[in-house]
């Protein structure tokens, strides 16, 4: 299970490499936690990542630190794990953001958004419209599944558009091009939607205005816990929670 508010709003620009201190603090958090079977997966940093681009170390693309979060987190979860994330609202709506939306959607399942005051986090010097976002990335056999799902949309489609591409064999190359990048434009718009039909589940929504805190820190009442009441009931009942792990505690300090 992993929770985290991560910073949001800045860029891990390219000047921003791995450093020995990086290399030395992450040999301290393994040792540390050696008896606990805890592990970084592939991103074990060695002497060879010694000043490597930071962001080049990721696959989304990006450089936002809140995409950068959700990459990490959701690569060192384990199939099945939990995660709870706060993010700004743009991560789920803004357009230059759509390849984190298709990485986080193939590699989990979005079981809650639930949008917050804008106030939230006033208290704190902080005025982003923020939301609470928890993932479950996908079992071993929900992987399954939507790699099947993926492949046959893919082929599908592909299908569906040979005789198009091939005619564009006769076109001049300017005219080629264009036409082959639109052709490539409407063949990924029709597998994500045939995906979404075929891998389909309900994703809970709430707005909560009442988190029980005021914008000048105070305690208020909190809508939050009754809404944890209901969702519990929800995940009860939709037998969410198919995978059961025990506590491990991970020192970072």
């Known amino acids: 299970v992993i929770l985290t508010n991560p910073p949001f709003g800045a860029n891990i620009t390219d000047d921003i490499v791995i450093t020995k201190e990086d290399i030395q603090e992450q040999k301290k958090i393994i040792e540390k936690n050696k008896d606990k079977n805890y592990f970084l997966q592939d991103n074990i940093l060695t002497e060879n990542d010694l000043n490597y681009k930071v962001n080049a170390r990721f696959k989304i693309g990006s450089k936002l630190t809140e995409v950068l979060f959700i990459e990490r987190c959701l690569n060192l979860l384990k199939k099945g794990g939990r995660m709870g994330i706060v993010l700004p609202e743009g991560v789920l709506n803004a357009s230059n953001l759509q390849k984190c939306r298709d990485f986080v959607e193939g590699k989990a399942k979005i079981i809650m958004i639930t949008s917050i005051s804008q106030d939230t986090f006033k208290s704190a010097g902080a005025s982003v419209k923020t939301s609470l976002l928890f993932f479950k ?27 198009e591409i091939k005619k564009c064999e006769n076109l001049k190359a300017k005219e080629k091009k264009q036409k082959l990048k639109k052709i490539e434009i409407q063949k990924e718009t029709e597998i994500k939607k045939i995906i979404k039909e075929k891998f389909n589940y309900q994703i809970p929504i709430a707005k909560i205005e009442n988190v029980g805190i005021t914008t000048t820190g105070k305690e208020t009442k909190n809508d939050l816990i009754e809404l944890l009441k209901e969702f519990k009931e929800y995940t009860k009942n939709s037998k969410l929670w198919e995978t059961k792990y025990k506590a491990k505690s991970i020192s970072e300090d």
């Open 137 to 163: 990335k996908f079992t071993v056999k929900e992987e399954k599944k939507y790699s099947k799902i993926k492949k046959q949309a893919t082929n599908e489609v592909n299908k569906k558009y040979e005789n």
